[in-house]
């Protein structure tokens, strides 16, 4: 075994236990969630819709506004229908379709609390009804609004990585590389970097994970303004030292990064996450590049370009 053996240390354990995981199996996925499936979670719970909501992509947010938005007055509407012919005035739909048309229009407009007045409830229960969807209406906007003021609010990293690890040359011989940039045009400031590298080990005929804090050259940088190469030495005090591709392959080796930093903007500390895979890794390749100065001589640094590499020989 290439991977040198080390005493466990539980301070590198990543809250997974030692319990050895599938090869195709990420701890940490690319986005910086966490692979784990939870069970027993109650269907609903205010606490966690809300965390869902807020942390949701936004695509999702949107369709989920939408639904919510299209359901409402959908089922409005079907209860005007059911009320009868009579319910709205104002209405010109004869067929039970146009009819419905008529309803659900009407529901949006009593919903957003517009009311065009073309249309009107007409009797006790329609009005109680309309009363009643336009207290509904004013509270899930608020809601709403709410929820578009925390996810706007929210600080986080915007953070891009390098979509391979490098080994490559270093002070005469190899390290373990990647690099990372801040794809917001914010500063963050005070960066420390964690990579932890975690693999299957057989321990007394069975199987277990372990997990080594991989020392890196720099852990910690003052100001993000480029691109930031994180490099571990694979010197004697490797673990990694004399690893070998098919090393990694067999005992399913993954490498956790934990960045945190502070944002200038918000004034709080972020957070950003990532892993890489054996499967992920450019043997023989350094990275080029991926800045360059203008005419009046300030940096430029290209985005496009921070996974730029070109093989070499170590």
């Not at 970097?193 to 277990?208: A, C, H, K, T």
């Not at 360059?292 to 730029?308: A, H, P, S, T, V």
């Amino acid at each position: 075994m290439a991977i040198h053996r080390r005493k466990f240390n539980p301070e590198d354990d990543l809250g997974f236990g030692t319990k050895a995981v599938v090869k195709t199996q990420r701890l940490i996925n690319q986005d910086g969630s966490i692979n784990v499936k939870r069970k027993g979670l109650k269907f609903f719970s205010t606490a966690n819709t809300y965390h869902s909501l807020i942390t949701m992509n936004w695509f999702k947010f949107w369709l989920v506004v939408l639904a919510g938005y299209l359901v409402a007055n959908i089922l409005f509407a079907m209860i005007y229908v059911a009320l009868g012919p009579g319910t709205l005035d104002g209405t010109e739909g004869t067929s039970l379709f146009y009819r419905f048309m008529d309803s659900f229009f009407f529901s949006a407009q009593t919903l957003s609390t517009v009311g065009y007045g073309h249309i009107s409830p007409k009797g006790l229960v329609a009005n109680t009804i309309a009363a009643f969807e336009s207290m509904i209406g004013l509270l899930a906007f608020a809601l709403a609004t709410g929820l578009l003021y925390g996810r706007f609010s929210k600080p986080s990293a915007k953070i891009k990585y390098s979509k391979h690890l490098l080994v490559a040359p270093y002070k005469g011989g190899k390290g373990l590389m990647f690099r990372l940039t801040n794809l917001r045009r914010n500063v963050l400031i005070d960066l420390s970097m964690e990579v932890i590298f975690s693999y299957n080990e057989e321990i007394n005929g069975r199987l277990e994970r372990r997990f080594i804090s991989l020392p890196l050259e720099r852990k910690k940088v003052s100001v993000l303004t480029l691109s930031w190469t994180i490099v571990h030495p694979l010197d004697d005090d490797s673990p990694l030292k004399d690893m070998t591709p098919e090393d990694l392959e067999n005992t399913g080796a993954t490498f956790a990064v934990l960045l945190k930093a502070f944002d200038d903007t918000f004034s709080q500390t972020v957070h950003s996450r990532t892993s890489y895979m054996y499967n992920e890794m450019v043997w023989g390749a350094k990275f080029q590049p991926a800045f360059d100065q203008d005419e009046d001589g300030r940096l430029m640094l290209n985005l496009d370009k921070i996974d730029d590499h070109e093989l070499v020989e170590i």
